[in-house]
């Protein structure tokens, strides 16, 4: 992307940062939303007066996909322990 580009040339480009996390919340990847828009703020404390709605916004949708991806894959990985440990004639329910 044309963001990733300006930042790899240029780490301290606010502006990219800033329009990246844009782009990131509009696919609702709210986690690398709310880095990018950290990493403005880190470079540039001035963008957190305008953003900080928007920041608290993203903390919040980034901590309920955390739960919901945490309440996902909680019966995957037991599903995989069981596979294995069925091997061994055990189970996570022992």
């Not at 900080?52 to 903390?59: G, I, M, P, T």
């Not at 996909?65 to 019966?75: F, M, S, T, Y």
């Not at 037991?78 to 329910?93: H, P, Q, R, V, Y």
């Amino acid at each position: 992307t044309d963001c990733k580009a300006a930042i790899d040339l240029d780490p301290d480009y606010v502006k990219a940062y800033w329009r990246r996390s844009i782009a990131f919340e509009k696919l609702e990847h709210w986690h690398d939303a709310l880095k990018d828009l950290e990493k403005a703020i880190e470079l540039d404390s001035s963008v957190r007066s305008h953003e900080y709605k928007r920041q608290a916004f993203l903390e919040k949708r980034s901590a309920e996909q955390l739960e919901k991806d945490k309440a996902d894959i909680v019966p995957k990985l037991t599903e995989l322990a069981n596979k294995f440990l069925n091997m061994f004639g055990m189970s996570t329910d022992n």
